[in-house]
C-alpha cells in the first residue's frame, strides 16, 4: 500500500542528514514540505530565498525554527568560489557575465550546491517548468557514465490492490532510438529497486515476438539485445504487446517461452507518445496514483514537480529524491 510504500522509503532515509535543496522558497508548498521534511527528521532542508521572506512563511505556517538553513543566491558568502567552479565546468561554454547572471538563478544555484556536495539533491519545478529544473542539472551534473541522457518515470501505485508498477520514459524523451531505450531500461530497473521492486521488465511495442513487422517493432527488438549486453543480470524481455507483457493467460499464447511475458511491473513504451498515454490512462481509468516524474540517468539527483503540485507530492518526490541518494552508498 502507499503508506507502506512510504513507510518503507522513510525508514531507509531517516537520520541520514540528507541534505535536500529547494530552490523555490517563496512557495508555501515547497516552505510546508520542506518543513515537514525536516520536523519529521527525514531530510536536512536547504531552502532558496530571501531569509527575511522565508522565514515568514514558516511563521505564518506555524514552523518557526531558527534552525532551518536558508540560501540567498543573490547574497551568498562563497559566491565567487562557486563562480570559478562553475566557469571550469563549463568551460568555452560559458562567459563571467554568463555565470554571474545564471547562478542568481535558483535553479543553476540549487545545482551547483548539489555539484559542490553542499547538498546531496534537489527537487524544484513548483513555480518553474521541466526545462527549467532539467537543463541546469544536464550542464552541470551531467548523466552517469554510459548514459547518453536522462528519462523520466512513473511509479504507478494502485493501494487497493497493493500493486506497484514503474513506467518509463513519459516525461523526456520524445522518440529514442534503440540505443537510448535500452539505457532508459536498465537504469529504470535500478530505480524499481528504490521502491522494493524486483524488476522485470517488459520493452513494450504493437508487436510481440515478431508477430509484425515494422521500423518501430525492429526499434524495440534491437534494444532488447543492447540492454541484455548492458546487464546480462537483468530479468526482461521483448518485443512484448502490453497483453502479453501483463496477462499470464495471454502470455501463455504469446509469448510461452518468455520469463517475463505475464509477470512484468516495469514497463519501458518505445516513445513519448506511447509513454505519456499509457500512464495517464492507467492513472485515470485503472485509478493508479502517478508518482513522478522521477528523473534518472544523472550523476546525483534532480527531480521535477508539477507545477500543479501539492505540499504532499513535493513532500513525497523529496523522500524519493532523499532514497535515490542512497544509490550506490
Known amino acids: 500500500m502507499l503508506r507502506s510504500l512510504f513507510g518503507s522509503l522513510r525508514e531507509k532515509i531517516v537520520g541520514k542528514n540528507i541534505k535536500i535543496v529547494f530552490p523555490e522558497g517563496n512557495d508555501d508548498r515547497v516552505v510546508r514540505a520542506a518543513a515537514r521534511l525536516k520536523f519529521e527528521g527525514l531530510v536536512d532542508p536547504i531552502i532558496l530565498g530571501k ?5 515568514a512563511i ?11 538553513t536558508i540560501l540567498d543566491p543573490d547574497n551568498y558568502a562563497d559566491f565567487e568560489k562557486m563562480k570559478e567552479t562553475f566557469l571550469e565546468l563549463r568551460k568555452g561554454k560559458a562567459t563571467p557575465e554568463d555565470a554571474d547572471k545564471l547562478l542568481h538563478d535558483v535553479n543553476y544555484f540549487g545545482v551547483m550546491l548539489v555539484k559542490l556536495g553542499l547538498a546531496d539533491g534537489m527537487v524544484s519545478g513548483a513555480i518553474h517548468s521541466t526545462a527549467d529544473t532539467v537543463r541546469p542539472a544536464l550542464q552541470i551534473i551531467k548523466t552517469k557514465p554510459g548514459i547518453s541522457r536522462t528519462s523520466g518515470v512513473f511509479l504507478m501505485n494502485r493501494e487497493n490492490t497493493n500493486q506497484r508498477l514503474v513506467f518509463a520514459d513519459c516525461a523526456i524523451n520524445i522518440d529514442p532510438n534503440a540505443q537510448e531505450l535500452a539505457e532508459i531500461a536498465v537504469n529504470t530497473a535500478d530505480t524499481a529497486a528504490i521502491f522494493d521492486i524486483d524488476p522485470k521488465i517488459a520493452m513494450l511495442s504493437f ?12 526499434k524495440v527488438s534491437e534494444a532488447v539485445v543492447i540492454a541484455k549486453e548492458l546487464n546480462p543480470d ?3 524481455d521483448g518485443e512484448l504487446q502490453f497483453d502479453a507483457a501483463f496477462v499470464p493467460e495471454t502470455a501463455a499464447i504469446k509469448a510461452p517461452d518468455s520469463d517475463v511475458a505475464g509477470q512484468a511491473n516495469v514497463f519501458i513504451f518505445p516513445d513519448l507518445q506511447a509513454g505519456n498515454i499509457g500512464y495517464k490512462i492507467a492513472q485515470r481509468l485503472g485509478m493508479f496514483e502517478a508518482i513522478g516524474p522521477i528523473l534518472q540517468g544523472l550523476n546525483q539527483p534532480v527531480n521535477d514537480l ?10 513525497k518526490l523529496a523522500i524519493i529524491t532523499a532514497a535515490q541518494t542512497l544509490d550506490g552508498k
Open 51 to 55: 531569509p527575511e521572506e522565508v522565514r
Open 58 to 68: 514558516l511563521t505564518r505556517l506555524g514552523f518557526a525554527d531558527p534552525g532551518y
Open 207 to 218: 508487436s510481440t515476438k515478431g508477430s509484425a513487422k515494422a521500423p518501430q517493432v525492429e
Open 234 to 236: 537483468l530479468s526482461l
Open 306 to 315: 508539477s507545477r500543479g503540485s501539492s505540499a504532499d507530492d513535493i513532500y
